[in-house]
């Protein structure tokens, strides 16, 4: 058995360590370890209380896999539900689609039943209406939010530090492989961006026969160089899971316009390996890892890697 999971996600880690103790499906772990994330309002890249888009609105991403199956369960730019992972799991057990997004998304985690929630809190709209005030000139303040968007200059970044979308990654005591991510994306992008983190094979993907793989950081070199799936190809073909990471960073400097700048990658593989690596990573990457035998999930330091 084994967890991986990026350290924005490990105030849930322990419960989905102790799910997988007890033999519980590892997809089911992991949600549940991503749910505390979700709720907890400390952490302002998932879930109540992350930083909103430009308008003020949180749109929350999630999504789910099922390595035996390969069937998964994605929403995206999700508004007014506390737990978008949970919806995700919900788009894969209950209707025959992969995604949903938006208004669609927002109409089935109703008629499911999902958890309803007042996502923007005091603070998250304290600072986004501070960020306005930098931002905004004097006129287009006036005229805020009915002007257009593409010339306020806005950077969508984290007021307080660049933190990053909440992923899991597990091997249960059946073999299975699951993955499982969710984020509330950029501060202050642009409404209806999708990152990576629901678009499957981009910002995670999950093969019991193989491994799996989830990223974070900068969504929108993943989302094109097809960082996860690329993983667990290159683990297919015999790669070890070290240089199957190392080959798929090469894809992602291979890339030379648009955004451009840092992606840390996490991955397992069908026998319990893993390899975490922080590429082109400006600071210190930190990731937790449990396996059986450890009293509590353990902190540890990625590779830094610069191409």
């Known amino acids: 058995m084994l967890l991986i999971a990026n350290y924005e996600g490990r105030s849930g880690t322990q ?52 390595g035996n199956t390969r069937r998964t369960g994605a929403v995206g730019a999700l508004r007014g ?14 209707i025959h689609h992969e995604i949903l997004v938006g208004e669609g998304a927002e109409r089935f985690a109703h008629e499911i039943g999902a958890l309803r929630a007042k996502n923007e809190t005091e603070l998250s709209l304290k600072m986004w ?11 287009q303040a006036s005229k805020f939010p009915n002007l257009r968007l593409l010339d306020v200059k806005s950077e969508a970044i984290d007021p307080e530090k660049m933190f ?10 059946e073999q299975r492989i699951s993955s499982a991510t969710s984020t509330s994306g950029w501060g202050w992008k642009y409404p209806g961006r999708l990152g990576d983190s629901p678009i499957i094979g981009a910002g ?39 240089d199957a990471v190392y080959e798929a960073a090469r894809d992602l400097t291979a890339l030379e316009t648009g955004y451009l700048a840092e992606v840390t990658i996490h991955a397992i593989d ?29 902190i540890h330091s990625a590779e830094i890697l610069r191409l």
């Open 15 to 66: 419960l989905a360590a102790e799910f997988l103790a007890k033999k519980t499906n590892g997809l089911r772990a992991i949600i549940e370890g991503i749910k505390l994330v979700e709720a907890n309002l400390d952490i302002h890249t998932v879930g109540m209380s992350s930083w909103p888009n430009i308008l003020g609105e949180l749109q929350l991403d999630a999504s789910v896999m099922d």
């Open 81 to 94: 539900f506390k737990h978008p992972v949970e919806v995700a799991y919900r788009v894969l057990s209950d």
């Open 129 to 139: 209406q501070k960020h306005l005030a930098e931002v905004l000139t004097p006129d």
């Open 164 to 173: 990053d979308t909440t992923v899991y990654l597990s091997l249960d005591h």
């Open 204 to 242: 995670s993907y999950a093969d019991s026969r193989y491994g799996a793989c989830a990223c974070t950081h900068t969504g929108e070199m993943t989302i094109r160089a097809g960082t996860a799936r690329s993983v667990v190809l290159y683990l297919k073909m015999g790669l070890s899971v070290e």
């Open 270 to 298: 069908k026998a319990g390996n893993y390899k975490v690596v922080g590429l082109n990573s400006s600071e210190e990457i930190k990731y937790v890892v449990w396996q059986p035998g450890m009293q509590s999930p353990e």
